[in-house]
T-cell receptor, first 114, second 113 residues
Framework: DTGVSQNPRHKITKRGQNVTFRCDPI?????LYWYRQTLGQGPEFLTY????????KSRLLSDRFSAERPKGSFSTLEIQRTEQGDSAMYLC????????????FGPGTRLTVT | GESVGLHLPTLSVQEGDNSIINCAYS??????FIWYKQESGKGPQFIID?????DKRQGQRVTVLLNKTVKHLSLQIAATQPGDSAVYFC????????????FGAGTRLAVHP
């Protein structure tokens, strides 16, 4: 499978704990995006990388959230001191820019904070 | 803030009929639009895209129409099949650089035999 992969697929954590998610983009894609999706809503943009550089962050990305893409390949999204409001599906997407521009999404990581 | 919206939250169609899913966008600066299909428990799946310099684009069984005058986007699915049942999102790219997408809330398509 050469699509976008995300791990873990599901994560249950207690409030106050830290969690980290991983995304492996399509190998030739230089852009990587993180989105958050709550039930019944469309995905909301969080941040994106061009290679290893983080170029934009949404106001949704509070200081408890941090994302990295150290070698320009896989990326991690960490949430510190999780809150119940962080419960959502965290989606990763990748694209080639310049190129096709269309963003291809992974299956997501569903986070439940109890 | 500006966002992509959808007219109908749920659309029910008979198998074999054509489906039309509508979307209104509010940002006249948007220059790129994508339709995604999302099945339960899965990530959004790319269906078709269109740039603002076009008003129509066709794919396999799908057609996207863009009306910039009224800021309206539609997805037409021909001969709808049970496997088309899902939530459909339109998304817009605002500004240059194709660096993020703004999604609407989605329309659920239910295909009945």
């Amino acid at each position: 499978d050469t699509g976008v992969s995300q791990n873990p697929r599901h994560k249950i954590t207690k409030r106050g704990q830290n969690v980290t998610f991983r995304c492996d983009p399509i190998s030739e894609h230089n852009r990587l995006y993180w989105y958050r999706q709550t039930l019944g809503q469309g995905p909301e943009f969080l941040t994106y990388f061009q290679n290893e550089a983080q170029l934009e962050k949404s106001r949704l990305l509070s200081d408890r959230f941090s994302a990295e893409r150290p070698k320009g390949s896989f990326s991690t999204l960490e949430i510190q001191r999780t809150e119940q409001g962080d419960s959502a599906m965290y989606l990763c997407a990748s694209s080639q820019n310049p190129g096709g521009y269309e963003q291809y999404f992974g299956p997501g990581t569903r986070l439940t904070v109890t | 803030g500006e966002s992509v919206g959808l007219h109908l939250p749920t659309l029910s169609v008979q198998e074999g009929d054509n489906s039309i899913i509508n979307c209104a966008y509010s940002n006249s600066a948007s220059d790129y639009f994508i339709w995604y299909k999302q099945e339960s428990g899965k990530g959004p799946q790319f269906i078709i895209d269109i740039r603002s310099n076009m008003d129509k684009r066709q794919g396999q069984r799908v057609t996207v129409l863009l009306n910039k005058t009224v800021k309206h986007l539609s997805l037409q699915i021909a001969a709808t099949q049970p496997g088309d049942s899902a939530v459909y999102f339109c998304a817009e790219n605002i500004g240059r650089g194709y660096n993020k997408l703004i999604f609407g809330a989605g329309t659920r398509l239910a295909v009945h035999p």
